[in-house]
Each structure stands twice: as C-alpha cells, then as structure tokens.
C-alpha cells in the first residue's frame, strides 16, 4: 500500500469481499524537502496509507526496504543513463523489489494471496496456468511492468481494480468512505519527483563527461555536459539555438556523442531483446503480435522471431524512438507473451 488512491481502494473492495486483509507499505526512499507531499515515498503517503488501514480495521505493516530499491533500482537507472541508455525503473522495482519481497512478506503471514492496485488482470488458461492480461482502462494499463513477474508469485496474485476504469476506482473509494479517495495521481518517477533526471543522475553521481553533439554526417554541431541529459526522440533542451527543429536519434557511449536529425529519422521497423522473460511456455516459432516499445505506446503488430535467449520484433509500420534501456512487451489479444530490455 503506497498511500495512493488505488492500493487503498484495492484494499478496500478486498475488505468487503470478506478476505482477511493485512496492509504493508515498503518503506523504499527518503523524499527530500517540497518534493515529499504527495509522492509515494513520502512520509505522508506512509501516514495515508495508515489512516486507510485503520479505517478498514487491518493491521498495518512498514517495513523498511530503502537499502534493497537503491542497489537493485536506483543505481542500475543512474548507471543507465550515463551509459546513454533509457531505462524502465518500474519494470525492474516490480521484478526485483515490491512483488518479491511481498511473496515473502506473505508467506511469514500466512497469506495465501497478494493484491495490488495495478490495473491488469489475472486469468487461468484451461490447465490453469495464471495468464497476465491487460488492464480495461488502456489509459491506466500497467501490465507493461508486470511481464517479468515469476509465475509462481503471477498465480498468486489478485488484482482488484484490473477491470475498472480510474474515475470508477475512484467512485468506488468515495462509495467506501476511503480515506483521501480524491488524492491526485502520481505522475513522475518516486525517487525523482520533481521530473528532472538529469539533476538526479549529477546528484548521485558527479563529474560526469560531456561530449559532442553531430548531425548524421558526424559534423559538430555543439556540445553536451553528459549523456544523461538525452534520450532518443528528445527535442527540448538540445541547446543549439536556432535553425531546423532537431530530435535525438541515437546516444553513442562509446564516442559520447549525441547524433540529432530531423523527425521522420525517429522512425524504425525493427526491435531486439537478448534476454526475454517468457511468460508460460517459451515459444520457439516466428509469430504475430502486438509489441510495446514503452509504456505509452499502443500495441504495434509485428512478426516477433524468438532468437537464443530473447527476441527480434520486425513491425508491420514504422514505428517512433525506439529507445535502448526501455521495454519491449508482446501481447497476443490481451495477454503479455514476453517482454525485455531494448538493446
């Protein structure tokens, strides 16, 4: 329970279907000074979700997990980004932090069953394998995070607002006298909540080396402070004054160069994983599907061909920034098949 609105009406409808509910919140980052109202790291949040617990009338746990979310997530983020890749944090948090250790927490209490408040679903193929579908709210969808959930925690796992929309989650919180159900929506990354990751990465990591910025023919057209400035498809901030409108087509690490051209060189046809995590069955055979290249990104069909441990995806229609760092997720209809980082 972040002490968001939609933990704290998963819980909620979790009480009134009769299930023996227990609360935790992992304590993941220290929020600093105005950044800490209304993020899910704050101190505040920790408060609300307490408040919502006791007016449940479960029992409320804290549990203090700071030093596991900066090795395993913060630190291969900021590593990322100096490294000129665009990484997908909440991808790699709910792999290597939240569901994990929620499996564990849960079999220390003897709970059979683990909720969130992510909107995505869980049904069973006719042997009853857990298969991880998207969410009905494809403004809300969030089973582009989930694809790496080992199976045997998937099959254990509840999604009560899966098959809502936002403003009904949000109807359904008033319904229920949930505290602050009007909160507003997080909308940045916890650990950056004022939106600027590249403040953050100089905070955390000082002195990092600038280089040039080309064209396409490799001719300077200015200079960077860092490579953690720039992500693929990026067109503010490029600092060349005037002339043609440029976006970032590629981040080059091993020349520290920004290479820039005009809007319609964004576009590619085709993606590479090296290391997938299936869900179910690993396929073996060439198939069509819908891809994802990031989370805001409606599902694009392409030929999707497994390749030693991962997948090459070759779409039907160009597609925009494709970005190293971020997730490519397959669905088949509703249902997420695979997924991994870009290389």
């Known amino acids: 329970m972040s002490?968001?609105?939609?933990?704290?009406?998963?819980?909620?409808l979790l009480v009134e279907r009769g299930f023996e509910v227990v609360g935790v919140t992992l304590h993941l980052w220290d929020a600093e000074g105005a950044s800490q109202v209304g993020r899910c790291c704050a101190?505040?949040?920790?408060?609300?979700?307490?408040?919502?617990?006791?007016?449940?009338g479960v029992p409320h746990y804290v549990l203090d997990e700071r030093d596991r979310f900066r090795s395993d997530v913060v630190e291969p983020f900021v590593e990322a980004y100096l490294a000129g890749r665009t990484p997908s944090p909440c991808v790699?948090?709910?792999?290597?932090?939240?569901?994990?250790r929620l499996a564990a927490i849960a079999d220390t209490l003897g709970a059979g069953?683990?909720?969130?408040?992510?909107?995505?679903r869980i049904e069973r193929d006719p042997s009853g394998r857990p298969q991880l579908l998207r969410g009905v709210d494809r403004a809300k969808d969030q089973s582009y995070f989930l694809y790496g959930v080992p199976t045997q925690i998937l099959g254990r796992m509840v999604f009560p607002l899966g098959g809502l929309t936002k403003d009904r989650t949000r109807d359904e919180g008033?319904?229920?006298?949930?505290?602050?159900?009007?909160?507003?929506?997080?909308q940045e990354l916890c650990f950056v909540p004022d939106g600027d990751i590249g403040g953050f990465v100089e905070r955390e990591r000082s002195g990092a080396p600038g280089g040039r910025?080309?064209?396409?023919?490799?001719?300077?057209?200015?200079?960077h402070?860092?490579?953690?400035?720039?992500?693929?498809?990026?067109?503010?901030?490029l600092g060349l004054g005037g002339g043609p409108v440029r976006y970032v087509l590629r981040v080059v690490p091993e020349s520290a160069e920004v290479v820039v051209g005009p809007a319609e060189r964004l576009f590619g046809t085709r993606v590479r994983v090296p290391d997938a995590a299936w869900t179910g069955a690993r396929r073996v055979e060439p198939?069509?599907?819908?891809?994802?290249?990031?989370?805001?990104?409606?599902?694009?069909?392409?030929?999707?061909?497994?390749?030693?441990?991962?997948?090459?995806?070759?779409?039907?229609?160009?597609?925009?920034?494709?970005?190293?760092?971020?997730a490519a997720v397959v669905y088949v209809g509703d249902e997420v098949v695979a997924g991994g980082f870009i290389a």
């Open 3 to 12: 002490g968001g609105v939609d933990s704290s009406v998963a819980a909620a």
């Open 43 to 56: 101190p505040e949040d920790r408060e609300d979700a307490r408040l919502v617990c006791d007016h449940l």
């Open 92 to 100: 790699t948090c709910n792999q290597h932090v939240k569901l994990g």
């Open 113 to 120: 069953v683990i909720a969130t408040g992510h909107y995505a």
């Open 174 to 186: 008033r319904r229920l006298g949930v505290p602050r159900w009007d909160k507003p929506d997080s």
């Open 213 to 223: 910025i080309t064209d396409e023919t490799g001719a300077t057209l200015g200079v």
């Open 225 to 237: 402070g860092g490579l953690h400035r720039f992500t693929v498809g990026q067109r503010k901030g």
């Open 287 to 326: 198939f069509e599907a819908g891809v994802r290249v990031r989370y805001r990104h409606t599902p694009a069909r392409a030929r999707v061909v497994p390749s030693g441990d991962g997948f090459e995806a070759e779409f039907l229609e160009p597609q925009r920034a494709i970005t190293p760092g971020q």
